[in-house]
């Protein structure tokens, strides 16, 4: 008895297995909670608290209420003007990138050892694309006396414009750099064409069909989820655009790059107006979580999977067999 006692209550003093292998698990997480919780989620509440304030990071937030959001809807018009500029290099660029990526992931979709090679070439741009370095360089790309219109001259055609001076052109040229960098959606692009069988291939060739009709009726629709994946990372992305567009242009000529988070960092670190920008970081926020509701409820309609296609295909051979009966 005295001994079964005694190790009961060791037992119960010591930690079991389980729990030293759980403190063992929050030790190793506990750096990363830690900088999850303060730069995170602390501020992603204390944003939405001064956004309802005036703040000017010198001195006490004071409340306002919705003052912030109204001015925003019916006293500025650089705010409106900005969120149509993002909407359009939205809707231009991502499906532009998109396709470009497909294309590229079908050419590279090959058994080839000089693959490898050119994956890492192609996808380069969406290393260094986001770059001080490159935007700079893009700068002088399409300046007046820039390599762009160097070519031009060279093969006849007499241009002696900056295009990014321009009010017609300059978003243009952000648009094509956002292209450029295609690299991220091309290698996931990749990975799913690797993952379709071959056999689905080999029996649409069989049957007569071409190339086109391949693409159509079984490269597309296999390939929808991960085309839906890319679209949803690939629009976040464009609506949060920033760098490119404060280092080619700083929102010029007239305002005409003025992109969204450009503007809002304006406002909030460049006239102090930090209040402000908070609410136009929650604006841009349910702005994006619309557009990426709005994917997710029209999925239903055109992204297919494995699954379904071939549960599809099995309903259509009963329904022929039925008929012959």
Do not use: H
Request: proline share 4%; charged share 15%; aromatic share 16%.
């Amino acid at each position: 008895m005295g001994n079964r006692s005694s190790n009961t209550a060791g037992n119960g003093r010591g930690l079991s297995k389980n729990a030293r292998n759980n403190l063992l698990g929050y030790f190793f997480i506990g750096p990363w909670l830690i900088m999850f919780l303060a730069f995170t989620v602390v501020p992603f509440f204390a944003s939405l608290v001064l956004s309802f304030c005036d703040y000017n990071m010198l001195s006490a937030p004071t409340f306002v209420g919705w003052d912030n959001y109204v001015k925003l809807f019916t006293e500025d018009r650089l705010f409106t003007k900005s969120l149509l500029i993002t909407l359009k290099f939205v809707f231009i660029s991502i499906p532009l990138r998109l396709i470009f990526a497909l294309i590229v992931a079908m050419i590279l979709n090959r058994d080839s050892k000089m693959v490898p090679i050119y994956r890492v070439v192609y996808y380069l741009p969406s290393i260094l694309g986001g770059s001080v370095a490159v935007s700079v360089l893009w700068r002088y790309v399409f300046a007046k006396e820039g390599v762009f219109n160097q070519f031009l001259n060279l093969i006849g055609i007499p241009c002696n414009i900056s295009w990014i001076s321009n009010k017609d052109t300059a978003l243009w040229c952000i648009i094509l750099l956002f292209i450029w960098q295609f690299g991220s959606p091309m290698l996931i692009f990749l990975a799913g064409l690797k993952q379709i069988p071959k056999t689905y291939y080999e029996a649409a060739s069989i049957d007569g069909a071409g190339k086109v009709v391949t693409f159509f009726r079984i490269t597309l629709p296999l390939l929808s989820p991960i085309f839906f994946f890319n679209l949803v990372m690939q629009m976040i992305g464009g609506f949060m655009v920033f760098s490119q567009a404060m280092i080619i242009t700083d929102g010029g000529p007239l305002n005409n790059t003025m992109v969204y988070a450009l503007y809002l960092y304006k406002q909030a670190f460049g006239y102090y107006k930090m209040g402000y920008g908070c609410a136009m970081a929650w604006i841009l926020m349910i702005i994006i979580g619309f557009f990426t509701l709005l994917v997710f409820k029209s999925s239903s309609a055109w992204v297919f999977y494995e699954n379904q296609i071939s549960e599809g295909n099995g309903k259509k051979k009963r329904k022929r067999g039925g008929k012959k009966a």
